[in-house]
């Protein structure tokens, strides 16, 4: 089955300014029953969607959902009866699109999702469509009948659950992040109202929605952290927030991608837990997991929020092939990784060396970061915005790529059971400053003439 690769964020033009970060331990979900019925034979339904965990075998996870918690559910969900696809259903009217002759496991860029029902057709395969990045998917692993003409469905209808983000706001719930999410009822729409291809790059990106929404149509854009489930479409269609905060507004989006941890990066065999938008490791024995953006140019920041102290962890950067290899010490066999632990050890494996770094100390709530600058080989750290040390011995010759990366141990090392990563839209309150071209959210000014991990920063200065 052919890997579909997410869009990767261009630049210009329709700026989208907030995501909604879903994590689903914390049971996230978004949700509301209409009080008046809707157009139940046409709806479209768009939204953009960025992967966290990848779904898998009996574990779906709802983008969208309509249910009664009984019988009848509709919607868009991922995963379950095929690893990382794609599934439509629509409950009584008996539609189930498995779209998964394709896999969707690209967790570094956006995807932009596009369900629509039409029951009026009198073609049946035009009653049911859904598209990925303006691809109309026609190829699928199982497929129910289409559903029959002029056939209700339950979305727009009262009696039932709609939510965001989970089955009936209490099961399936989605990892991952949602931008620009819009329910049009009453109309069948292609991906070109909601988006465009951009001229110079080719890439698929969202432009602003200018059509009327219907009776229970709806606009989420996320702007307000104080009521994240606002509707801004004028029709006043706000749905509840069930367990998100402030704090999962997020600035990583369909038109600025930000670096995150790589969720099907594997170290040692399997990949380190991962949680929060792939912004929080977990603990774990000999494995390891670098970023989603590598660099080879350019001067770059970071920062780390250290949490417990129960397990051995480092924090660094090291080139991808360190993380892959399943060494059960990341970096040994290579020579480009240079990483701290909680002692204050600094290991340089290319120099096979390691001493303690005066101030750096292993500090439950201690905000860590790296200043790295590859157009002069050098690797600044930081702790609580004061620079520690300087290592000076990193190549500048664009030759090697480096990712920021993390590794667990259960000996030796010294750390915290938790690394909490910010790479610009941290999952933690922020201190509120931003690097010069305007990005980013961190605890302690950003270096001069350093930037953050994002597609718009390495577009103009990687």
Known sequence: MPLILGSNSASGGYNVANSLRFNSASSDNL?????????????????????????????????????????DTAGIYYGAYVDQSLTFESGAISLNLRGSANLFRDVSAWYNIVAVLDTTQATSTN????????????????????????????????GFLHSVGSYYGS???????????????????????????????????????????????????????AALGTDSSGNGNTYTVNNLTSVDQSKDTC????????????????????????????????????????????????????????????????????????????????????????TGTYKNYS??????????????????????????????RYVNGVLINTDTTLPSDNSVTFFPFTFFSTSGLGGWNQAQFNFGSPMYTGGGYADAAGFGNFSYAVPAGYYSLCTKNLANFG
Do not use: M
Not at 63 to 69: E, T
Not at 132 to 148: A, G, H, K, Q
Not at 151 to 157: G, H, Q, R, T
């Open 31 to 71: 949700s509301r029953t209409p009080s008046t019925n809707g157009n139940l034979k046409t709806w479209t339904w768009s939204t953009w969607i960025k992967f966290s965990k990848l779904a898998t075998n009996g574990a779906r996870q709802y983008l969208f959902s309509a249910s009664d918690n009984s019988t």
């Open 127 to 158: 009653r049911a469509k859904i598209y990925v990045n303006n691809t109309l998917i026609t190829s699928y692993t199982s497929l129910s009948n289409y559903p029959s003409q002029n056939a209700d469905s339950i979305i727009n209808s009262t």
């Open 351 to 380: 120099a096979s060396s390691g001493s303690a770094d005066a101030g750096f100390i292993s500090t439950s709530g201690a905000i860590y970061a790296f200043g790295l600058d590859l157009d002069n080989g050098t690797l600044a």
């Open 255 to 342: 038109t600025n991608n930000f670096c995150t941890l790589n969720a099907i990066q594997n170290g040692n065999g399997t990949t380190v837990t991962l949680s929060e938008g792939n912004l929080v490791s977990g603990s774990g024995d000999n494995k390891g997991c670098s970023a989603t953006f590598g660099v080879n140019r350019g001067k770059w920041y970071w920062e780390i929020k250290t949490v417990g102290s129960t397990y051995a962890q480092r924090v660094g950067v090291s080139n991808r092939a360190n993380e892959q290899d399943g060494d059960a010490s990341p970096g040994t066999d290579a020579a480009n990784v240079r990483s701290w632990c909680g």
């Open 171 to 225: 099961n399936h719930f989605f990892d991952g992040y949602i931008a620009e999410t819009y329910l049009i009822d009453g109309q069948a729409l292609d991906p070109t109202s909601f988006g465009e291809t951009d001229t110079l790059t080719g890439i698929w990106k969202p432009k602003a929605y200018t059509g009327s929404f219907g009776t229970n149509g709806f606009y989420q854009k996320y702007a307000n952290s």
